[in-house]
């Protein structure tokens, strides 16, 4: 297993393009992929569960990966958010 926190900085959070996109990036890795928050653990390949978080702009999330390809997976999903996941 491996982790790692990361800020989201896009500015309407895990919304509907956002979450769709990290779930359907996540969902190319055999790997478990989770997103932890303060109070809230979601999993990082359904997007109708990173949407239902409601997680906002600036929150720390912990994003946390387990499985055979864990190391690119967390890897891409850093990218994604550090990037501002597509907006």
Do not use: W
Not at 20 to 28: E, I, R
Not at 52 to 60: L, M, S
């Amino acid at each position: 297993m491996v982790s790692e926190k990361v800020t989201l900085i896009n500015p309407q959070g895990l919304h509907m393009r956002p979450a769709g996109l990290f779930a359907s990036t996540m969902g190319k890795f055999a790997c478990d992929v989770t997103i932890l928050t303060a109070d809230k653990e979601v999993n990082g390949k359904s997007p109708m569960a990173l949407m239902a978080a409601g997680i906002p702009c600036g929150t720390e999330v912990e994003v946390r990966c387990d499985g055979s390809d864990e190391n690119e997976a967390l890897a891409s999903a850093l990218e994604l958010i550090k990037s501002g996941l597509g907006e």
